[in-house]
């Protein structure tokens, strides 16, 4: 389970939070006032977060390419929406 600790409390033990992140592999959830504003995480669960969300992009892509219908070049698209 993450740990959660407070902006204010992280700032005084940043260092300490970080080696927990990056050599215990824990999250850390960062509040304001209570509430959960952030997190930190380990490069490797960023870098396997960022492999998912790849994986679900090219998904999506190939069912929006499977659809019916003309496909338009991205260069139309980003014209059209005046990029």
């Known amino acids: ?10 700032r005084m033990s940043f260092s300490e939070i970080i080696n ?4 215990g592999n ?9 509430k959960r504003i952030a997190a930190i ?9 960022q492999r998912i969300e790849d994986h679900m ?10 659809e019916p219908g003309e496909n338009i ?3 139309d698209a980003w ?3 005046g990029l």
């Open 1 to 10: 389970m993450a740990i959660t600790i407070s902006t204010a409390d992280a």
């Open 79 to 81: 014209k059209s929406l």
């Open 57 to 66: 992009d090219i998904a999506d892509a190939k069912a929006a390419l499977a």
């Open 20 to 23: 927990k992140v990056a050599y």
């Open 41 to 49: 995480v380990s490069i490797n669960e960023l870098e396997l977060l």
């Open 26 to 34: 824990e999250p850390i959830i960062l509040t304001r006032r209570g």
């Open 73 to 75: 070049s991205a260069e």
